[in-house]
Structure formats: C-alpha cells, structure tokens
C-alpha cells in the first residue's frame, strides 16, 4: 500500500505528530503516521526513524488539546492534517493574532482557560514568562481575563494591570511621583503602606489615594483618612472625573466637615457619589442636608428574598446598603443600580458558604437573565452558570 500523497514543503515548519484514519472500505482502514522529525509511514505506530509513539488525532484538534497549541509568525494556531481529493494537506486554526496587541480570533473561539494558556505561550515564546507570571497568575485567580490580554504587550510595568485603572505607558513609581509631588514625607509613607497592603492581596484601587489626597488640603486629616480607608478596605468604582467632579462638590465645605462627613458616612460613600452625579445637588449648610433621601433605600417584595438551590444560596438585597455591600465584594458597578433595583430588573447575589460569588441582573417582565457575572465583571464558570439558568429558568415572581 503506498502512502497518499503528502502535500507540505519540505521548507515549511513541522507540525506536531499526527496520525490520519483513512477508511479504503468498511473492514480496510490505513492509518497514516506523520511524524514531526519529518517520516511518513502506515500502520505501524511508532516511528521506525526517531522512536516516537505519540500521535494527535482529529478528536485531539477538536477537543483543543493544549499541546497542539503552537506559537507561530505572531499567531497561536493548531496545524493539523486532513484528507482532500486522496491527498493529505495541511489545515490551520487561528486563535490568537499578536501585532502591536492581542487580537482574539473571529472564527475560533476559546473558554477563558484556553485563553490563558494561550498568553502564557505568548509570553514564554517572548522570554516574559518569568518576570510577568506572578501577574498573570493574579489576574488568572480573579478571572481577569481581558487584562490577561495586555500581557504580551511591551508594557512599561505589568503590575499596573492589577490596579483598577492601568496604563501601559507609565509605571507605579512614575504615576506615585506625579501624584505625590507636592506631598510631606508622612502623606507619601501612607500612601505607599496603604498600596504594598492592597497590592499583596492582588488588586489595588488607586481612586481611593487619588480621592482623600485631592480632597483634603490638612495634612494631619488627609494621613489620618487614608490610614482609615485602607484599614476598612472602601473601593471606588468610578472614573476619575466622576471622582473629580465629587471632590469639587466636596470642596464647598472646609475640610474638618469633610473629614467628619467621611468618617461618618464612609459604608455610604457610593451612594451618595452616585447621587451626585445623578442629581443637580446644591450645597446645604450640612453636607449630609446636600443629599435627598439620606436614609437607605429599602426594597419590599411580594415573594420571598431568598432561595435555597443546589450548592447556592440565592438572595435578593434588602435594602441600598446590602446591594452596595454586593458592589464592594465584587468590585463592579452594582451600586449604580441602587434606584432601579426591583422596579423592571432585580439583582439577585449568589453566595456559597456566607460568600457573595456571583451577581445577576434578572428581567421581572422578560423573566430571564440580562446578565450574569463574578469578580470584576468576570465570566462565570461554565459549570457554575449552567446551574444558575437552570435556577431562574424555574423562578416564579409576579
């Protein structure tokens, strides 16, 4: 039996070893081995040239084997082979293109797991691996994908992905010292205690420094505040000039009301910022006077609050408070939904042991799942999420 015609350059890279299951009739099936030392040979199963006896199948492209995985001219393809017209030729999947940025295939779509494997082949293919892994395993464990996706990029400090707002072009002691300029010794040891603290757990928001620096001009409240936010580990999700723009409400008021309004309110701090911004507010005398509704925002249902299913416990908030609650442990946007929560959608939590895991944002009119998310709007895992639909498929609310 001669072997089908094998249509590959002899110049062109070698793919990984494959062998190919060609039936000639229903009890005649001729396995053909391509070997990547470059032999071709039939039905032997081991290479007769280099020893070899490990062979990729079609299931193996189909099911995305990780060592198919191969970085090639700043693309991440698995190459494989294929029958056409009694001939053997070779076919590429596109997954990954790299240029000056990472661009995820249009045709060929991966899990996020796959997509981490595929970064980390681009950064040990650019000799990065080890000096970036710590960051991409942070990143990884808080299921930050799309910053996995700056990895690969000539960043000038990849700690900055694990902050809440990056930039690839400057680096932590650049952004520090023009944030810092201007300020005493004791400000900047605050200030870098408070940072060492958050970035050691893996994310680090910087909105807060930026906020209690900006708002205050006393150096003993400014230290003192920032010593307190840190150790009450408050977030702001906001951009900055939404946070610029509250700071020049704020500086109505001289800074010992501030400090006392901070101190007081400080669990409330995202409400009253959204309300700001959401509401032309004129400054009263008292800056708490400022706000309309100061008290929380209760919700009342007319069916139960919480569920029992499977391995989650699924709530519903019951007041502002404990929606904004969701918003700090996930570190996302939901305090913005503090005003419009139960009227057209409801933001139920997902919990496992006590633990917020999940959010999702369900239509009461619609009944079913606008959106569902994790940890800094990351996917939820397949398995995870399957269980959720499965839950809000079968929920019955008026």
Known sequence: MTILKFIISKKRRKMKSFVVDIPKSPSNIINHYLCECGNRFINKNRCPKCGNDKFFTYKDVKNLNKELFEIKNNECIIEYPV?????????????????D??????????????????????????????????????????????????????????????????????????????LLKNEPKSIKKAVFKNYKKQISKGFYNQLIDYFLIKVFKNIDYKREMINFFSNNEIDLFFTYESIDSFIKFLKNYDDKKIF??????????????????????????????????????????????????????????????????????????????????NSKSLIFGIFINNKIKYAVNFDKNQKEIIEAKGFANSEIPKNDFLIIKEFFSNLNIA
């Open 83 to 99: 029958v056409f017209n009694q001939k053997i030729k070779i076919e590429k999947k596109v997954f990954v293109k790299k240029y």
């Open 101 to 178: 940025k990472l661009i995820i295939g249009k045709k060929e779509k991966v899990d996020n797991e796959t997509l981490a494997y595929i970064i980390k082949l681009f950064l040990i293919t650019q000799n990065e691996w080890k000096s970036k892994r710590k960051y991409f395993y942070k990143l990884q464990k808080q299921n930050l994908f799309n910053r996995l996706l700056y990895l690969p990029l000539k960043l000038k400090d990849p700690e900055m992905l694990l902050w809440y707002i990056f930039h690839s072009n400057i680096t932590k002691e650049e952004y520090f010292n023009k």
């Open 260 to 341: 006392k309004f901070l101190k007081k309110y400080y669990q409330d701090l995202t409400i009253f910022i959204n309300r700001y911004l959401q509401h032309n507010l004129t400054p009263q005398k008292e800056i708490i006077d400022s706000f309309y509704n100061i008290n929380p925002i209760n919700y009342n249902y007319n069916f139960p609050i919480q569920y029992k299913y499977k391995k989650f416990i699924i709530k519903l908030p019951k007041n502002s408070i404990e929606l904004v609650e969701y918003s700090k442990k996930l570190r996302n946007c939901l305090s913005n939904y503090t005003h419009i929560h």
